[in-house]
């Protein structure tokens, strides 16, 4: 799955791993419907974990409104602007 696909929730926990080995293979292996992707091109090995980490917590922020980032945004409708 996509990173963009996931119905992130206030609570969840996201984990990234090294860039040189990723997670853990068990760590993987067992729980498979917990493990997302950042899509790109295939001829790009890999990508700087901090732009990972990046990516994909402002998709979860932004799927939850930007909670405490942005004022009277908490639990709102998001703004047309985001």
Known sequence: RSYHEVAYRDGDYILFG?????LPKELLWSNPDATIRIPM????????V?????????????????????PGM?????????
């Open 18 to 22: 090294a860039e040189s080995r990723g």
């Open 41 to 48: 091109a295939s001829q790009c090995r890999s990508l700087n």
């Open 74 to 82: 908490d639990r709102q409708e998001p703004h047309e602007d985001y």
């Open 50 to 70: 901090a732009n990972s980490a990046a990516i994909v917590l402002y998709e979860a922020l932004r799927q939850l409104h930007f909670p405490k980032l942005v």
